[in-house]
T-cell receptor, first 115, second 112 residues
């Protein structure tokens, strides 16, 4: 149980294009999902908290107009990187809050490379 | 600003050794401390600790939290090469705006 999937696992795009990443909780419902970013050999940095049916809460320094988050259902949250640039290249990981308070289960991550 | 510090940053041991990984934290409105193992992809959940002094155990791995001294340790006994990974400590904090703050991780390498 408590499986979280992400799609795609890897994406390469040209500078200026937009990329959508999906995060799904496969066997449970997640009112809250989280989006993280991880640079090589660095830890996970929380970008935003995604709540089903309401606006996402962004961490300080994260541009909400650049990283659009939609949590349309209890099993799906999407992150769209708009007008991507090479500096947006990173490993993006989502997590979903399980039934146990504070427990988070992570998706396998999406490696984004912007050329 | 919430802070989670892990030590050591990296560690190389031989199979069969016992290792202790450390995590100290300073956060506002502490709720829980979580340990994750990260290999090539996303972190996999190991333990969540909320109460001080109670050891959580799973096979060769165990962890304990000291809320007074604001730290936790993760012990791995009889290490195996498959234990090689980055071990991440994360602290959950906040009320309605709950979030996890991660440490930089400890890279453990277990040599045969």
């Amino acid at each position: 149980g408590a499986v979280v999937s992400q799609h795609p696992s890897r994406v390469i795009c040209k500078s200026g294009t937009s990329v959508k990443i999906e995060c799904r909780s496969l066997d449970f419902q997640a009112t809250t999902m989280f989006w993280y970013r991880q640079f090589p050999k660095k830890s996970l940095m929380l970008m935003a908290t995604s709540n089903e049916g309401s606006k996402a809460t962004y961490e300080q320094g994260v541009e909400k107009d650049k990283f659009l988050i939609n949590h349309a259902s209890l099993t799906l949250s999407t992150l769209t990187v708009t007008s991507a640039h090479p500096e947006d290249s990173s490993f993006y990981i989502c997590s979903a809050e399980g039934s146990v308070w504070d427990e988070q289960f992570f998706g396998p991550g999406t490696r984004l490379t912007v050329l | 600003e919430d802070k989670v510090v892990q030590s050591p940053l990296s560690l190389v041991v031989h199979e069969g050794d016992t290792v202790t990984l450390n995590c100290s934290y300073e956060v506002t409105n502490f709720r829980s401390l979580l340990w994750y193992k990260q290999e090539k992809k996303a972190p996999t959940f190991l333990f969540m600790l909320t109460s001080s002094g109670i050891e959580k155990k799973s096979g060769r791995l165990s962890s304990i939290l000291d809320k007074k001294e604001l730290f936790s340790i993760l012990n791995i006994t009889a290490t195996q090469t498959g234990d090689s990974a980055v071990y991440l400590c994360a602290v959950g904090s906040g009320g309605s705006n709950y979030k996890l703050t991660f440490g930089k991780g400890t890279l453990l390498t277990v040599n045969p």
